[in-house]
């Protein structure tokens, strides 16, 4: 059956599968991070062209990641730091690139001050963009996310569906329309539990670095049924 779309869309991406990638060619697993940080502009820009997709928000790095090894933290860190320099990619997609994750100053955070900077930077650069929204989660959780907003909320006086919302990390993003995760796993991974209620799922066996914009298209159309 074929669904007009209704709305901009809102993509999620669990980018899972950089250290298999890696593996797989005999490479030190932090190749498959910075070739997974190359596969990310892809599908930004393709996302951007596409017009169909105004919301696009990806899993960069989970509260759960900070136990991985440290020289791969660290290679993972300075990739972020990378990322959110692409101003004037994002500038020329017509994109904003956004945050959600522990916010900085909360006692358990754990964004170093340099990515913080360039987060900081990234958001004011592209703010006047008005195209899609770009979102990227780092040291972030969702059960952190929501213990804070039903926290703040019933200081607010009222634990409801709405007041929870309105305190999430970033209360403007949109329902999530269709989950992606690669690399075979079929896991959520603590990622935006509120948030994807009532979306479709996007499970694909390639890994992250391999996913491109053919493959974003397919994710789409597990919404609408067309192929193209
Ligand atoms: C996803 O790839 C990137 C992050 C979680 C930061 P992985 O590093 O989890 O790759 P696999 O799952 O080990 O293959
Ligand atoms: C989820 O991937 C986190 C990110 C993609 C940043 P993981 O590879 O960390 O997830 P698990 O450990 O397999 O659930
Ligand atoms: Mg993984």
Redesign the pocket.
């Known amino acids: 059956m074929n669904t007009p779309l209704q709305h901009p869309l809102h993509i999620a991406c ?4 950089n ?1 298999r990638w890696a593996r797989r060619r005999g490479l030190p697993r932090t190749e498959g991070h910075t070739a997974g940080e190359e596969a990310l502009a892809e599908v930004v820009r393709t996302a951007a062209r596409l017009k169909t997709i105004g919301w696009l928000t ?5 509260t ?2 900070w136990v991985r090894p440290r020289t791969e933290v660290r290679h993972i860190l300075s990739l972020h730091r990378k990322l959110f320099a692409r101003t004037e990619e994002m500038n020329s997609n017509n994109a904003q690139t956004r945050w959600i994750g522990r916010p900085f100053s909360e006692k358990g955070a754990r964004t170093p001050v340099y990515v913080q900077k360039a987060i900081k930077k990234a958001i004011a650069d592209t703010s006047h963009n008005s195209g899609m929204a770009v979102t990227v ?1 780092f040291d ?1 959780g969702s059960r952190a996310e929501l213990l804070r907003a039903s926290q703040l909320a019933m200081k607010q006086g009222a634990v409801t569906a709405q007041s929870i919302q309105n305190n999430l990390y970033d209360p403007t993003l949109p329902a999530v329309d269709v989950l992606v995760r690669t ?1 075979g ?1 079929t ?1 959520i ?3 935006m539990l509120w948030q994807i209620k009532g979306c479709a799922v996007y499970f694909t066996e390639r890994t ?1 670095p391999d996913f491109n914009a053919h493959e974003l298209q397919e994710a789409v159309t597990v919404l609408t049924g067309r192929s193209h």
């Open positions: 669990i980018m899972d599968g250290g990806v899993f960069g790095f989970s759960e990641n989660a972030y690399s796993e896991r991974s603590n990622f992250w």
